[in-house]
């Protein structure tokens, strides 16, 4: 099977939607942007045996490969449009490539987001989506925004896919049913865009949680010029890890861990009770977790001391 006729069969039938002017088919793509929105776009690439293990569930490595990038639109407060996908094979598996489309598409369904156009090559298996999404410009939510006094929250619960990594590489022997868990938060993160969209008005500054809380705190606090005050009694490690794992090693993975694909959000003090209030009113779990401070980088507690992690998070070299 040749390049056209592999997207042709699995691709190309999926690439009408709104705003799709031309999909697949022709040299670009052509979209239509809404009336007075900007377009946000990221783009990751998903390597074999790094971000994934090749002989993984191919639906689920889609799953994944879409998720995670879906998730970089949730941390601006953008509502998915439209995506790109960049796929190197090693060869023509007709059964790997009916799953992994199949598992591709179904979360683009979910997210009402168009595959539109990409490129496919022999080499290597890897993986590079590129999402574009649409937000009002003065609505985005930015790195920068960050200010003395903020208070951090973080969603949801933190250290499940790390600790996915470590059961993957049998390092740990968690039950069936907590493996189940771990699997399912490591290959179908939840991108937080519905969240995003109704806490935003009452954040300051975001950044979804991927290389590690730490990491991507720092981010945050390098953008906007501050730093971090993080207290790690409080992080929301998962359930599952605290069950699979010592203490000591289940706040390492959820803070430096990676892979939860949660949002750190800063939040104005003057906003805190707005902003709990909403939480609590759409059912969406938000952890106070430390406050903004002067100075550069983060810095972490426990018990009330300092306390320095074994790493920072995820490094890509």
């Given amino acids: 099977m ?8 699995y ?37 074999a045996d790094v971000h994934f293990p090749s002989n993984g569930d191919p639906e689920k490595i889609a799953e ?9 639109l949730a941390a601006v407060g953008a509502r998915p449009r439209w995506f790109t996908l960049a796929i190197s094979l090693p060869s023509v598996d007709e059964n790997w490539l009916k799953s992994f489309s199949q598992g591709l598409l179904r979360v683009a369904k979910q997210y009402q987001c168009v595959l539109v156009g990409g490129d496919t090559t022999k080499g290597p298996l890897s ?5 574009h999404g649409e937000v009002l410009a003065e609505q985005a939510l930015l790195r920068s ?25 049998s390092k740990i022997s968690p039950t069936a049913k907590d493996r189940d868990y771990l699997m399912a938060r490591y290959y179908q993160p939840t991108p937080r865009l519905a969240e995003a969209k109704l806490l935003a008005p009452y954040v300051s500054a975001a950044i979804d949680v991927s290389d590690g809380l730490v990491a991507d705190l720092g981010h945050i606090c390098e953008q906007s010029n501050v730093a971090a005050l993080l207290d790690l009694e409080r992080l929301p490690v998962a359930q599952a890890v605290t069950r699979s794992v010592e203490d000591s090693a ?17 939040v104005r ?6 902003f709990e209030s909403v939480a609590k009113r759409h059912g969406i779990t938000v952890t106070l977790i430390g406050n903004i401070t002067s100075g550069a980088g983060v810095a972490c507690l426990m018990h009330g001391a300092p306390h320095q992690l074994s790493k920072q998070g995820y490094q890509h070299f």
């Fill in 269 to 274: 003090d003057v906003q805190r009770s707005q």
């Fill in 250 to 266: 289940a706040v390492e993975l959820a803070a430096a861990g990676g892979d939860d694909y949660e949002l750190c959000l800063t």
């Fill in 2 to 9: 040749g390049e056209f006729e592999l997207i042709k069969k």
């Fill in 127 to 131: 993986i590079s989506i590129q999402v």
């Fill in 11 to 47: 691709f190309q039938e999926h690439s009408q939607g709104d705003g799709v002017i031309v999909g697949i088919g022709d040299d670009c793509a052509l979209l239509q942007v809404s009336e007075g929105h900007s377009l946000a776009v990221s783009v990751d690439t998903l390597v």
């Fill in 64 to 72: 994944r490969a879409l998720r995670v990038n879906l998730s970089d």
């Fill in 145 to 169: 925004g960050a200010r003395v006094g903020d208070l951090i929250y973080v969603t949801g619960s933190l250290g499940a896919a790390a600790a996915a990594v470590l059961a993957l590489e």
